[in-house]
């Protein structure tokens, strides 16, 4: 059964910061990983989708990394800005391309 | 293109009851998926419909069950209902071409 873990569960930086989230899993056969933000109360924005073959993806400002034989990815946001807090959800796709199993999130909270 | 929406947005029910809960997915999208976010156990996967079929279910008691139109609008409906069900359920949809999954709102439903 995957089990994905999220560390820290908690995070406060000041604005400007680069920082790095953790994400791993146990299981490494694995169909593709995708991390999501969530505002209080609202559903998911999906931030990057790093399939299986892939060793990361970048979108602006984030950078992804997967590293399938060590069951870990990395989410790093450069040059943090108050906009970015949320919690940062990690999900891995295993029993099905489409069936993700998820972590327990880190909360990130950027000061201005 | 409109993003994937969720109705109702807000549900009160008596234990006992039944409840069913709507997505429509994004124009073109022909899979949906269904997940539970709970406070005790996070965002769980409930199940997966692709082209009116269920590809995939997660670990939920047959009281939850789902469907899928032919216009791949997708209903969820839960049965008897628990205090334990209390939670937000959102739905994703994802096109054919990719596993990225693109979720609504959620509907928050509380049972009392």
């Known amino acids: 059964k995957q089990e994905v873990t999220q560390i820290p569960a908690a995070l406060s930086v000041p604005e400007g910061e680069n920082l790095v989230l953790n994400c791993s899993f146990t299981?490494?056969?694995?169909?593709?990983l995708q991390w999501f933000r969530q505002d209080p109360g609202k559903g998911l924005t999906s931030l990057l989708l790093?399939?299986?073959?892939?060793r990361e993806q970048t979108s602006g400002r984030l950078n992804a990394s997967l590293d399938k034989s060590s069951g870990r990815s990395t989410l790093y946001i450069a040059a943090s800005q108050p906009g970015d807090s949320a919690t940062y959800l990690c999900?891995?796709?295993?029993?099905?391309?489409?069936?993700?199993?998820f972590g327990s999130g880190t909360q990130l909270t950027v000061l201005p | 293109k409109a993003g994937v929406t969720q109705t109702p947005r807000y549900l009160i029910k008596t234990r006992g009851q039944q409840v069913t809960l709507s997505c429509s997915p994004i124009?073109?999208?022909?899979?949906v998926s269904w997940y539970q976010q709970t406070p005790g156990q996070g965002l769980q996967f409930l199940f997966e419909?692709?082209?009116?079929?269920?590809?995939n279910k997660g670990n939920f008691p047959g009281r939850f069950s789902g469907r899928q139109f032919s216009n791949s609008r997708s209903e969820m409906n839960v049965s008897t209902l628990e205090l334990g069900d209390s939670a937000l359920y959102l739905c994703?949809?994802?096109?054919?071409?990719?596993?990225?999954?693109?979720f609504g709102p959620g509907t928050r439903l509380t049972v009392t």
């Open positions: 419909y692709f082209s009116e079929t269920q590809r």
């Open positions: 999900a891995v796709a295993s029993g099905s391309a489409r069936q993700l199993t």
């Open positions: 994703a949809s994802s096109p054919v071409d990719s596993y990225e999954q693109y």
């Open positions: 299981d490494s056969a694995i169909y593709n």
């Open positions: 124009s073109g999208h022909r899979s």
């Open positions: 790093i399939q299986s073959s892939q």
